[in-house]
């Protein structure tokens, strides 16, 4: 799309010039491992378009140009440290993959093409690995998070091309991993849902007895008005005794 084009009128209004930075880096360089410190955020969305670039470029980059309008609005000036260098270096690899890429399009419009990638990722991957029958939860964490940058992708593609309506499979979708990410989002505790049962430090000995003892909720009396949510959420262990005796926060 033209409007996405590096080498568009519309875009350098709204980014600084190349020639405003001398290049020092590679055209190589944007993995997670050399972002800037100021623009760590951007890290995971170059990730996802270095590991989906051979499946589909046009999609990897839109995901770079998406990053790239990210670290110009979270340092317009490029005052932080290696910031600079390493928009110029972006914008290059953009302008030298932007007419390979859009050949190589599935689809008439970047919306689309972002929107059925999207799609075909939640349906055949997300869904198939969460409905496995041994899911591994640093999986299935990191593939919500996939989703879940893929779809930041499809909202700014969908505004620089003035979509109005994302499809209800769409948005059914995004809610669902929006609701995931949170479950499989990483914590310094035991992982304790189905998903973490495959983790290999929930198979030693002691963290299982840990585990058991966790569970064992016999001869404790339940308040009354928990009784509806013991009914609708099954096994409890506990931690939800005590949150439903004293209190406590879910997450606490």
């Known amino acids: 799309m033209s409007n996405l084009e590096p080498s568009g009128s519309q875009m350098l209004s709204r980014r600084p010039s190349r020639s405003a930075a001398t290049t020092t880096f590679s055209l190589e360089v944007f993995d997670n491992e050399v972002v800037p410190s100021s623009l760590g955020s951007i890290a995971p969305v170059l990730r996802i378009a270095a590991e989906i670039e051979h499946e589909r470029p046009r999609v990897a980059y839109l995901c770079r140009f998406y990053a790239f309008e990210k670290a110009h609005r979270l340092d317009p000036n490029s005052s932080g440290r290696g910031v600079r260098q390493f928009k110029t270096s972006l914008l290059q690899r953009l302008e030298r993959d932007n007419n390979s890429s859009l050949a190589s399009r599935v689809k008439k419009t970047d919306a689309r093409e972002i929107e059925s990638f999207y799609q075909?990722?939640?349906?055949h991957y997300v869904r198939a690995l969460d409905q496995g029958e041994q899911a591994d939860r640093a999986q299935l964490g990191k593939a919500y998070q996939t989703a879940g940058v893929l779809f930041e992708v499809l909202c700014a593609v969908n505004k620089t091309e003035k979509v109005e309506e994302v499809a209800p499979e769409i948005i059914a979708a995004a809610r669902d991993v929006q609701e995931k990410k949170e479950i499989y989002a990483p914590f310094n505790i035991l992982p304790l849902d189905s998903a973490g049962a495959s983790q290999s430090i929930m198979q030693l000995e002691e963290v299982k007895a840990s585990v058991a003892a966790l569970w064992n909720t016999r001869g404790l009396n339940w308040p009354t008005a928990f009784e509806p949510q013991r009914q609708k959420a099954g096994?409890?262990?506990?931690?939800?005794?005590?949150?439903?005796?004293?209190g406590f926060q879910a997450c606490s």
């Open 120 to 123: 075909q990722y939640y349906e």
């Open 235 to 246: 096994d409890l262990d506990l931690l939800d005794w005590l949150r439903a005796m004293f």
